[in-house]
């Protein structure tokens, strides 16, 4: 499997913020205001072969034993569903706490 991490800013193309690099170990791959994602990854993360290019939505969480909280992210053209670890700085607990007034 080829795998390139690039860690590099990026405006939000949901909420417009300023996204810088990733603080610690690894590479942004969603905002950590609204915590939406872009479909760039076609079979593997970091591919970038999609041709979709979405938006794609947070719709919940996951607990990976080896790899801690989790979101999940929706496609909003194509509907794929991706995993996605937490940054230590996104706003996950808000994320968590609208989520759970929606259930």
Known sequence: MWF????????????????????EW???????FCLYSKHLDKDFPWDRLSTCEAMMK??????????????KHKCTKCWKEILNKIAPDD?????INKRNKLI
């Open 4 to 23: 390139k991490m690039i860690n590099e800013s990026f405006e939000c193309e949901n909420c417009s913020k300023l996204i810088e690099k990733h603080p």
């Open 91 to 95: 706003n996950f607990i808000d994320f």
């Open 26 to 32: 690894s590479a942004r791959n969603h905002c950590h």
């Open 58 to 71: 947070p719709v919940d969480i996951d607990n990976k034993k080896n790899k801690w909280w989790m979101i």
